[in-house]
């Protein structure tokens, strides 16, 4: 399979008027990334809190953009996700990500976001299978 990346990610891209527009500091030495956000209304499930679906692409984003970032071109094979506390609409996120392994093909990631407060909201355990650039 061959992938071809472009400005339209909904997680990453600037050309996506409706994604989400996630911006990622990295350290790929350590194989670390660290991307501040913030979620208006429209990416609410309930009022004031944040689509769970929304969460889990912004903890996969976290790992995967950090793949791509380093050469590694992967797509997510599987995704462990623990919600611990709902997550409010209007407030400034950090979702983190780390590269924790690389075994043959496969990539195994951590992913969390913190609230305002440094509590951990939603955390995951991800495996991600690399992938032929296109």
Known sequence: ????????????????????HMKFEYDLEVGTSV????????FHGFDGV???????TLL?????NLCYTAKIPVVTA??????VKTIPT???LVVEGRIEQLKRRIIYGFSQ???PDGEVAAKAELKLMTIKRG
């Open 1 to 20: 399979m061959e992938l071809e990346s472009s400005g339209t990610c909904f997680a990453c891209g600037v050309d996506n008027e409706h994604g989400l």
């Open 50 to 56: 944040v689509h769970g679906g929304i969460v889990a």
């Open 90 to 92: 209007g407030v400034e």
């Open 113 to 115: 976001i913190a609230l």
């Open 60 to 64: 996969d984003e976290a790992v995967a």
């Open 78 to 83: 599987e995704m462990n996700i623990r919600y």
């Open 35 to 42: 991307c501040r956000w913030t979620a208006t209304e429209r």
